[in-house]
């Protein structure tokens, strides 16, 4: 089946800096990405997708300017979570629609352990 | 009104008793079903999915599920449990009304296994 991966699967920062993650498709062409935020004993709560080529969209209530999120390549989305503040300690999980699926069948990294101190 | 409901956040059940996690979906046009398994501290695993044809998808792991039209439903079910199956289940929608659609998650169903 398809992979993704997520760098770093675990990251502690201090209060104020800003820290990126990493999502990878290693062996499909993802020109959509997503991005998900999972507080404890909660379910996913989508926050953006990403397109390769162009601005990301964003949910509603998700602050565009906090979560950058950079698409550059087919396998590659980035999210950067700028001027990072305790609240923003989560659990982050990618996925990656894969181009030729054809039920719109997203693949899951194995998320990114976030916290901030 | 959520798209996916998942009756009972935690479902307790003997080694080696039968599981039955629920699942039932709110949509005129039956949507394409999804079963994750996510273990602590881990992304989400597909289990199995139902797009089209046969209603009864066997999945990893031994899991099975029926969609069922007329009950809108798509529950996950095991003969017998193992200790190994101890995690956080979701069941996920995706709208079948062509073009790109969202996921929907449901808000997940934690099993725990009893030795």
């Known amino acids: 089946g398809a992979v993704v991966s997520q760098h770093p699967s675990r990251v502690i920062c201090k209060s104020g800096t800003s820290v990126k993650i990493e999502c990878r498709s290693l062996?499909?062409?993802?020109?959509?990405m997503f991005w998900y935020r999972q507080f404890p004993k909660q379910s996913l709560m989508l926050m953006a997708t990403?397109?390769?080529?162009?601005?990301?969209?964003?949910e509603q209530g998700v602050e565009k300017d906090k979560f950058l999120i950079n698409h550059a390549s087919l396998t590659l989305s980035t999210l950067t979570v700028t001027s990072a503040h305790p609240e923003d300690s989560s659990f982050y999980i990618c996925?990656?629609?894969?181009?030729?699926?054809?039920?719109?069948?997203?693949?899951f990294g194995p998320g990114t352990r976030l916290t901030v101190l | 009104a959520r798209s996916v409901t998942q009756l009972g956040s935690h479902v307790s059940v003997s080694e080696g008793a039968l599981v039955l996690l629920r699942c039932n979906y709110s949509?005129?046009?039956?949507?394409?079903l999804f079963w994750y398994v996510q273990y602590p501290n881990q992304g989400l695993q597909l289990l199995l999915k139902?797009?089209?044809?046969?209603?009864l998808v066997k999945g990893i792991n031994g899991f099975e599920a029926e969609f069922k039209k007329s009950e809108t439903s798509f529950h996950l079910t095991k003969p017998s449990a193992h200790m190994s199956d101890a995690a956080e289940y979701f069941c996920?929608?995706?709208?079948?009304?062509?073009?790109?659609?969202?996921?929907?998650f449901g808000t997940g169903t934690k099993l725990q296994v009893i030795p």
């Open positions: 996925s990656a629609r894969d181009y030729g699926s054809l039920y719109n069948e997203q693949f």
């Open positions: 062996d499909f062409q993802a020109t959509t």
């Open positions: 990403s397109n390769e080529g162009s601005k990301a969209t964003y």
């Open positions: 949509s005129s046009v039956p949507p394409y």
């Open positions: 139902y797009t089209t044809g046969a209603t």
């Open positions: 996920a929608v995706i709208p079948n009304s062509g073009g790109y659609q969202k996921v929907t």
